[in-house]
């Protein structure tokens, strides 16, 4: 059965998701939390699918006229640039957030309390919601508890960038020592990036020089 895509074209589509899948299920699968901002995941999220957007929505609205006689293969640059501002502008539309992987609601919570003790006596909790007015900070708990991850997503537009930085510094230090059980759900992941990486070399292996040919027709050179 001949496939839609080539190999090289499969390579550059599916090679930054395995990665991705293989980053997050390893991340996953520690004895250790692990915190992250809000904006640093989507931008990977948003790394991970490049490969898509460029076989997909960039090479059908390709400028074949500005590749023929003007910029040549260079012309990519400009499309991943303007690709590169798309997702520049989501992730400063976003609210603040912050996200924290492997690790149980009610295990972050106590870590959390003990944290903005420190940053803010004031804090106040309702619920699954935080306050905390000398930071400027409002935000609430979100569990993902399929793959036991949690986020703290700001509550409304009126948040301080300092004080969630701040937040960041402090719960990613103290969690730094802390130790909690290995999610076996992050090896699906893990397992599901190692196969498409190995798919994806035995594509390769099967016609080198195919491969090349598909990646010069690709790029105009």
Not at 30 to 53: E, H, K, M, Q
Not at 83 to 89: D, E, Q, R, S, T
Request: glycine share 8%; hydrophobic share 55%; aromatic share 8%.
């Amino acid at each position: 059965m001949q496939l839609p895509i080539d190999s090289f074209q499969a390579c550059l589509a599916f090679g930054p998701v395995a990665v991705y899948l293989l980053a997050v299920g390893l991340v996953n699968f520690r004895r250790r939390p692990t915190v992250v901002s809000g904006a640093l995941d989507v931008a990977l999220l948003g790394l991970a699918i490049v490969g898509l957007i460029m076989i997909g929505p960039m090479e059908i609205f390709f400028p074949e006229s500005a590749a023929l006689y003007f910029l040549g293969p260079l012309v990519w640059l400009p499309l991943l640039a303007l690709y590169g501002l798309g997702v520049a502008l989501v992730l400063l539309s976003l609210r603040p957030r912050l996200v924290v992987y492997n690790v149980s609601m009610d295990a972050l919570r106590r870590t959390l309390a003990d944290v903005v003790g420190d940053l803010d006596p004031e804090a106040r909790w309702a619920g699954d919601s935080l306050f905390l007015p000398r930071l400027g900070v409002q935000l609430h708990m979100d569990a993902f508890g399929l793959m036991r991850n949690v986020s703290l997503v700001a509550n409304g537009s009126r948040q301080s960038p300092l004080g969630w930085l701040k937040l960041h510094r402090a719960l990613a230090k103290a969690i730094r020592g802390s130790r909690t059980s290995r999610n076996v759900r992050g090896l699906v992941f893990a397992l599901a990036g190692f196969v498409l990486i190995g798919l994806l070399i035995c594509a390769v292996a099967q016609d080198p020089a195919a491969t090349v040919q598909a990646m010069h027709e690709m790029f105009r050179v």
